[in-house]
């Protein structure tokens, strides 16, 4: 599975942008998808994930509230909407994907993910 994240940039506080993770390979139905971020000097931390087939959506405490995971399964693409963008937020935006099957709790783990897509630079200003 190849990734490949889109549509990162400079924003001002309050605004909001819209990340696009598109997928290729032949195995993609086997995978779901998460995003993760890393801010300089700070872990990789997870933002979201939704299941394939499944309306069910995942957040970490940060994106809560404010940020919606969407996955558009005919173009292969996994969106995360953001919105209400605060400077905290900076950060470069991955995402990954988790085989199918694995539970829900490990879906924060980014060392249970396979494949990684090259991120994508968000930054908020204040």
């Known amino acids: 599975v190849q990734l490949q994240a889109s549509g990162g940039g400079l924003v001002q506080a309050g605004g909001s942008l819209r990340l696009s993770c598109a997928a290729s390979?032949?195995?993609?139905?086997?995978?779901?998808i998460g995003w993760f971020r890393q801010a300089p000097g700070r872990e990789r931390e997870f933002v979201a994930a939704?299941?394939?087939?499944?309306?069910?959506?995942y957040y970490g405490d940060s994106a809560k509230g404010r940020f919606t995971v969407s996955r558009d399964n005919a173009k292969n693409t996994v969106y995360l909407q953001m919105n209400s963008l605060k400077p905290e937020d900076t950060a470069v935006y991955y995402c990954?994907?988790?085989?199918?099957?694995?539970?829900?709790?490990?879906?924060?783990?980014?060392?249970?993910?396979?494949?990684w897509g090259k991120g994508t630079q968000v930054t908020v200003s204040s």
């Open positions: 990954a994907a988790i085989p199918r099957g694995r539970p829900p709790i490990q879906l924060r783990d980014p060392a249970k993910y396979d494949y």
């Open positions: 390979g032949r195995t993609f139905s086997s995978y779901n």
């Open positions: 939704q299941w394939l087939g499944s309306t069910n959506a």
